[in-house]
């Protein structure tokens, strides 16, 4: 099956892709891209390609990717470091 997908100002990477530059599960990068029950926006922009297939924006996974390492050599992020990547099996 293919997809067109038109989002002229837009990197797109894949959910994997994500989940390695951010050093977490396929399956947070997921739940990042799913809106909050408040109503507000997601913390990743998204879009669905196929039932399985999750398109990110790489620009935005990176600031995000970036701000977390910032915030964790800081020392302001409490708890376990992150588990690093993991791909769904």
């Given at each position: 099956?293919?997809?067109a997908?038109?989002e ?7 959910c994997r ?6 050093g977490?599960t ?5 739940q ?8 507000g926006e ?5 879009k669905k390609?196929?039932d399985?297939a ?5 620009a935005?996974v990176k600031r ?6 910032k ?8 708890g ?8 769904d099996t």
């Amino acid at each position: 099956m293919l997809v067109a997908l038109r989002e002229p100002k837009r990197t797109l990477c894949s959910c994997r892709e994500a989940a390695e530059l951010l050093g977490c599960t396929m399956g947070r990068v997921r739940q990042l891209c799913r809106k909050p029950k408040d109503g507000g926006e997601p913390v990743l922009w998204s879009k669905k390609l196929t039932d399985r297939a999750l398109a990110l924006d790489l620009a935005q996974v990176k600031r995000l990717a970036a701000a977390r390492q910032k915030a964790r050599d800081a020392g302001i992020v409490r708890g376990a470091r992150p588990g690093g990547f993991a791909p769904d099996t």
